[in-house]
């Protein structure tokens, strides 16, 4: 069973930046990497878990929350087996933990990576 695993949060004051990314580790998927659709989610205390944004197989296509569009740009380097989440004009609503995970297809949850902005 695949497992994916999201780093690469952390504090920053709003307005800033973060880059995110998730990759593979303890085993290897049926197809290529690129075979799969991506996507990345967030979950605030006390709050339900929330759909950020997913992105194709190779990329190409692309797909946000209103929240996340106009700052957030997810992108794949699929030779590394990595998807990425560039976070920028971070705002405090953005602070939660982040997950990554298959769109229209699941892994196991991660531990996620933490994002706290805050001044």
């Known amino acids: 069973q695949v497992q994916l695993v999201e780093s690469g949060g952390g504090l920053v004051q709003p307005g800033g930046s973060l880059r995110l990314a998730c990759t593979t580790s303890?085993?290897?998927?049926?197809?290529?990497?690129?075979?799969?659709?991506l996507a990345w989610w967030r979950q605030a205390p006390g709050k339900d878990r929330e759909f950020v944004a997913a992105?194709?197989?190779?990329?190409?296509?692309?797909y946000y929350s209103d929240s996340a569009k106009g700052r957030f740009t997810i992108s794949r380097d699929n030779a590394k087996n990595t998807v990425f989440l560039e976070m920028n004009s971070l705002k405090p609503e953005d602070t939660a933990v982040y997950y990554c995970?298959?769109?229209?297809?699941?892994?196991?949850w991660g531990q996620g990576t933490q994002v706290a902005v805050s001044s």
């Open positions: 992105a194709s197989g190779n990329g190409g296509l692309t």
């Open positions: 995970n298959g769109a229209g297809w699941a892994a196991p």
């Open positions: 303890g085993g290897t998927f049926e197809h290529p990497f690129n075979y799969y659709a």
